[in-house]
């Protein structure tokens, strides 16, 4: 008899939160590096699982971090109106609940690929442009709102925009490639691809148990998210408005590239300076633990600030931003480009939060006037888009609004 594997911290933990560790709102006006994770002390060694497609949320926004990870983004083609796009919409939804669940999907012709136990989700995204090609102006979430240039911004056309977004994580790149293979097939008669992101994370320790995981600078990035079960995560997090988008979310996706050549050049105390957090362990200079609070107040023996005034930690803390917090996750990525003959290294960014303007935009506007980590970080794509609500067996995403 086959043993089911033990829950995971897929089924316990939930994130959210800007007051944590990492790029926590962005560099170079790119909002922070990555989705935290509570260290875990003694646990049990995380076993890859199967999660359920179904329910009023979509799970890939608050499952940890996936190791393997790919974004596309969508245009829609000239001729999709609001009906073609409901056909599409249960098209993937049909996919991604067989696959999710370790069965292949209607026609896959490498069914072999499909397996439970990998972690594997899809979350599926709508841009502002959508609602605008198909008809659905007037039923366009009003937290959808336009995300504004920044100062630091230097964003290439490649990276950003799109009318629908599709995000696969699983535990290894063989389900992720299998996975968003099905789905772009499934769009092709709909939708072209815009363009593609890939990232890693790595949330264990050595010992295969859940640990806050590292960006590409050696932090320890993600501290501050909040759990699903505390008060503050829902109205984070989720929509109420309009009724059709209920359990939904907004997304807005960064990519930002990171200078690792300059950053080396800094002292192991510079470096800390800049985050306000010490590398080692990830607590705040002020502390001693990752989990600390920051002591915002605390003033060294010449009076000057422990965590600097343009320290990232500050500037990101939900107390200088009027209570502004989001739900982040962070995907490190490199890339050759064999024009330039140099690899370049960033993260890709994913800030969740229920309404762009007030949450994202907040934060991202104190960071961008001065946070220290711009001298380090660019952001050089940037999209937003709105996550349906969850559906339930036998509908299909989108359906209280295009059923």
């Keep these: 008899m086959t043993q089911e594997p033990r829950p995971t911290r897929r089924h316990l933990l939930g994130y959210a939160g800007a007051g944590g560790l990492g790029l926590v709102a962005g560099g170079a006006a790119g909002i922070a590096l990555g989705l935290g994770e509570d260290p875990a002390t003694g646990a049990e060694p995380t076993v890859p699982t199967t999660l359920s497609p179904y329910g009023p949320h979509q799970p890939g926004v608050t ?57 594997l989700t899809v979350t599926v995204g709508w841009g502002r442009s959508l609602f605008e090609r198909t008809g659905l102006v007037s039923a366009r979430p009003a937290a959808l709102a336009e995300v504004p240039a920044f100062t630091h911004d230097r964003l290439e ?19 992720v490639n299998h996975a ?12 072209t691809q815009r363009w593609e992101q890939e990232g890693s994370w790595r949330g264990l320790d050595a010992q295969q148990s859940p640990h806050t995981g590292r960006n590409l600078f050696g932090q320890v990035d993600g501290t501050g998210n909040l759990r699903v079960d505390d008060p503050l995560f829902d109205p984070t997090v989720w929509a109420k408005t309009p009724g059709w988008f209920a359990g939904g979310t907004t997304v807005v996706v960064r990519r930002i590239r990171m200078d690792l050549d300059l950053w080396d050049t800094l002292t192991r105390a510079e470096q800390e300076q800049a985050v306000g957090r010490d590398l080692a362990v990830g607590a705040p200079l002020t502390g001693t633990a990752e989990t600390d609070v920051p002591d915002l107040d605390a003033r060294d023996e010449q009076g000057r600030p422990v965590i600097a005034a343009n320290a990232h930690v500050r500037l990101s803390h939900p107390t200088t931003n009027g209570g502004a917090r989001i739900l982040r996750r962070g995907l490190n990525y490199t890339a050759y480009d064999a024009r330039t003959g140099r690899r370049e290294a960033g993260l890709v960014f994913c800030s969740f939060q229920a309404d762009i303007d007030s949450q994202f935009t907040r934060i991202q506007q104190r960071l961008d006037q001065g946070d220290a980590l711009n001298e380090w970080t660019t952001a050089i794509g940037s999209a937003a888009f709105a996550i349906l609500p969850g559906f339930t067996e036998g509908g299909f995403l989108g359906d209280r609004l295009l059923g």
């Design 180 to 191: 968003l293979r099905r789905l772009l097939l499934d769009a092709e008669p709909f939708a």
């Design 63 to 119: 499952a940890p971090t996936a190791r393997a990870n790919r974004l596309v983004a969508l245009d829609l083609r000239a001729d999709v109106d609001r009906d073609a796009l409901a056909r599409l919409m249960r098209l993937w939804s049909g996919t991604l609940a067989a696959l999710t669940q370790g069965r292949p999907a209607p026609g896959d012709t490498a069914p072999d690929l499909a397996q439970a136990n990998t972690d």
């Design 157 to 175: 056309e490649r990276w950003s925009g799109g009318d629908l977004l599709l995000m696969v994580g699983a535990a290894e790149d063989t389900t």
